[in-house]
């Protein structure tokens, strides 16, 4: 059965500095796509990154950056840079082929500091 | 800026009322989902839909939930009756599906039941 695993419950990170948010997962299928959504205190989720199984490079944007490692199965989400407003939750999830479903991790509390 | 809306987005109410969510997915995306979000259980999928027309939901309790599209720009949640333990987050999102990634959240309603 398909699997998210977060590992990190929380993770502290200076301003202007990367922090690496870790995610396994675990499916039998080729194909999948990985996704990182941000919770901030206000609850709403974000969407920030997504990951194909197939795709030759790591995904970016802007800031975040998805460390993936299709043998160890591992997805990080890598922020550089960081900034006091991406204190929050952030969610790894996963979506095998053929469905829509999203499979979600227990979440990573990142709390940034001046 | 297009955006899912959710509605109410808070709700207080006493068991054994029927409590109604209602979700504006983005214009033209024609996937729509139901999550419920809580401490012990995290994000769990409820039901889903595709073009209006329910694909699953294995999820969801089916003795007193029930999640309609009675049209293209409005998806419904009900609980009757509920219950104290059915306090949560609940999330709307929708995508575009069918290959295309991403799920774009709402902001939630957080139910809470006496």
């Known amino acids: 059965a398909q699997k998210i695993t977060q590992t990190q419950p929380g993770m502290f990170v200076q301003e202007k500095e990367a922090v690496t948010l870790d995610c396994t997962y675990d499916?039998?299928?080729?194909?999948?796509?990985l996704f990182w959504y941000k919770q901030p205190s206000s609850g709403e989720m974000i969407f920030l990154i997504y990951?194909?199984?197939?795709?030759?490079q790591n995904a970016t944007e802007g800031r975040y950056s998805l460390n993936f490692q299709k043998a160890r199965k591992s997805a990080n989400l890598v922020i550089s840079a960081s900034q006091l407003g991406d204190s929050a939750m952030y969610f790894c999830?996963?979506?095998?082929?053929?469905?829509?479903?999203?499979?979600f991790g227990t979440g990573t509390r990142l709390q940034v500091f001046p | 800026d297009a955006r899912v809306t959710q509605t109410p987005r808070d709700k207080v109410t006493e068991m054994g009322q029927e409590v109604t969510m209602r979700c504006q997915p983005i214009l033209g995306h024609n996937t729509v989902f139901w999550y419920r979000q809580t401490m012990m259980q995290g994000l769990e999928l409820l039901a889903y839909f595709r073009n209006r027309a329910p694909l699953d939901d294995s999820g969801m309790p089916k003795d007193r939930f029930s999640a309609e599209m009675p049209d293209a720009t409005l998806a419904t949640l009900k609980i009757q009756p509920s219950e104290p333990r059915d306090s949560a987050v609940y999330f709307c999102?929708?995508?575009?599906?069918?290959?295309?990634?991403?799920?774009?959240f709402g902001p939630g309603t957080r139910l809470l039941v006496l």
């Open positions: 999102a929708s995508g575009l599906g069918a290959g295309q990634e991403t799920q774009y």
């Open positions: 499916t039998s299928d080729p194909s999948y796509g």
């Open positions: 999830a996963m979506r095998e082929y053929n469905t829509d479903k999203l499979i």
């Open positions: 990951q194909g199984s197939y795709d030759q």
